[in-house]
């Protein structure tokens, strides 16, 4: 092979599977070579090779050097590697929109359609040159293999499928394989949310790729975003988002294909079929392993696949890719390079011209030729193209670029209307034909569609301001064009950003991942803010996270909340457990709080005086912790109720024996009072020294009810709403009457069993404290011992109420009332019950001529 002593030494490296590879590697190079002809190269092989990393060296081993690469964003790149190397005075950077030249450069990089072939140098190259298939600009990469050429060196780098299609159309080309230089591997398909970090996605509009990112950001942290549309300055900015960490996924068109060097570790496509601008197609294996070949850099290996709802590859792609064996290329795309421009039509006739041999086809009408063809069928634009230089003229103005891709009417007047003013007056375009339209793109608002649409719009004003004698003070409107991309440009990053990054969460993911120790503070108001982003609220021991954004972050939060809270957790539980009683409280909704948050809730027990202690469950409590707050809350708790309980405790703990014992253990049931009438058989079993022993207890036997007094203040008549509610499930705890209150309004919405529970008697509209009624029923037997009686004030006050209410009171508690004169109402005392009533009975049915001893006497037959 023709390398060997030009430039190259050979060596054999191993592959992975340990097979020698013959490869050519760089010898710096020690000046042009006369005996012999200009060496012509073609470094072919797939991705992560280092073919252009390759041609830059050799480049820089030359005293002049040029190289084309196939985006405005990779020739920014491999500028700035350049100028470190040689210096800013020395290199040049050429494209469309960019035309930087210092006096004396030595080293030209631009992009392919840019090559100032009019310039001799040393070392000429073009990168991706398979792209000479390609249906829009595959006739720019032909012209380019078929005819430039650098004084001492030419190299063109591609993949291996243009071989044997360079050696028929360009002969004595030297080749060279470069083998990759890591393994690219299939991957099971995977999950969008379940890819390795350092992935990139794939898919093929804007709308899926936003809607991807999206999915990323609420679930993941974020992603950076890449389309075809961006500007390099927005494109580089996102690359660097992802690049630096700050997210640890990109999600793009296939515009990462070429051009993009970063580290990426898994590729997966979301869909493998395109739109080509035609039809809606399957992606050729070669396009496949292009865009998967960004997996892998350098010595580490790569994989891809297919993530989301795609369909899995065929094994023969998945083949192809892994070994890099695909179909080669079988024409190449060719356009006649000698125009001519004699006149329109020669021009159209010449753009039509068959290409001149065989492995050539004519190109598809690229934009400029559509432009053309489209402007040339107004006949105004046609009469001013009049002679050469007009035609001339007006194939320039067709080769600005659509950076819209309209294609439509608006760019193609747009063109028409700077031909014409080129063609009149001073042959430059009016000042202020061009401000308003340049000003109406300075402007950052809008959504994402709308920056990128400005972008695309100014870009061609940029393409335009450097077009030779086409504007006044050419350098002010590259200038200023520049300054308006670029604002626009860091808007869009910015926008792109803000939709698609959740710095908190993307913090928070990459401190998990690296296993460090975060940064929380908790603010008093219970704020938790993690390395600084606040991500929800601690109250007690729950963490809340903050899901203003999408529900899925909340994974994410809590998982960091538990690392990160862990040391504040255990300094609450140590207070907790250590501190004093004043800081726990029971709440209307039987919860039991902590510094008012809360910790735990009160179920129903084995008995209404032991509730059930249930700690509400977090994930940032150990189970040994929250044992230990069981403990501590249990202990808090008994001792709470049993403070407000005592008097029931006294009972439990009292030596009774007998029916006393089975009396007090009914009122510790009914929380301190019980009707008389489901009491009688042990009252009246009831021994005169029980009656004294319970005396003693603070129990009082009255008419209708046996009560602990004690029970009735407020504290323990609080005490037994919350133990009645939490025992019969009742939700919030209904508020008992607070203070002295004798008596209350009835809610008809609680249950007789609440007023009964907390010592109270529903009687009509009121309900009465059972001290109060016993009060009642012996005023009203004294009273009623010398006949019937009017109520006083005296007892209304009793009651706790009015004269008018107390006559209701009266009633429900057996009175009977009358107005034997209809000056006023009476109230005549009850039928006399249990033991007087018995009595009664025995000394009526003892008088013969009496109705009960009639009654007696009377037989009723059975039926």
Known sequence: MRLKGNGYKRSVLQSVDKTPNLVFMYRPFEGPCHDHAPRVTAVLGPTNTGKTHLAVERMLGHRSGMIGLPLRLLAREIYDRVVARAGVRAVALITGEEKLVPEGARYFVSTVESMPLERPVAFLAVDEIQLCA????????????????????????????????????????????????????????????????????????????????????????????????????????????YQAGEVDYLVATDAIGM???????????????????????????????????????????????VTADADGFAPEVIEAVEEHRFENLTNLCWRNPRLEFSSLSALLRSLDQPPPSRGLVRAADAEDSLALKALAKNDAIAALASHPDAVRLLWEVCRIPDYRKIMADAHVSLLGGIYRHLRAGDGRLPVDWVVPRVARLDRIDGDIDTLVGRIAHIRTWTYISHCPGWLPDAAHWQGRTREIEDRLSDALHESLTQRFVDRRTAVLLRGLKRDDRLRAEVAECGEVTVEGYVIGRLAGFRFSADRAGAPFEGKALEAAARRALKPEIASRVTALIAGGNDDLVIGSDARLTWRGAAVARLAAGRTVLAPRLELIASDLLTNAASARLVVRLEAWLAGHIGRRTKPLARLADAALTGPARGLAYQLMERLGSIPRRGAEREINALAPSDRAALSRLGVRIGRQAVYLPAMLKPAPRAMRALLWAVHAGWTPVPRAPAGEALSVALDAALPRGFYAAIGYRPLGCLALRLDAVERILARGAKLSRAGPFAPTTGMAALAGCDAESFGGVLVRLGYRAEAPDGQGIVFYSPPARGRRAKRRRRRDNANPGSPFAKLAALRVPAP
Do not use: W
């Open 259 to 305: 051009g993009l060097n970063m580290d990426v570790d898994h590729v997966a496509f979301a869909a493998h079929h395109k739109f080509d601008g035609r039809c809606l197609r399957d992606l050729t294996s070669p396009e496949v392993a292009q865009i998967a070949g960004r997996a892998g850099r350098h010595m580490n290996d790569g994989s891809f696949g």
């Open 134 to 241: 390609d249906r829009q600009r595959g006739h720019v990469f032909t012209e380019r293999l078929l005819h430039a050429r650098g004084r001492e060196e030419t190299m063109f780098l591609g993949a291996e499928t243009i071989r044997p299609l360079m050696r028929r159309l360009a002969p004595g080309i030297d080749f060279v394989t470069r083998p990759r230089f890591s393994t690219l591997r299939h991957a099971a398909p995977r999950k969008l949310t379940r890819l390795a970090p350092r992935s990139v996605v794939v898919a093929f509009s804007a709308q899926d790729v936003y809607a991807l990112a999206e999915t990323l950001r609420r679930q993941c942290g974020g992603a950076a975003v890449v389309l075809g549309a961006l500007s390099p300055r927005t494109r580089n900015a996102q690359v660097a988002l």
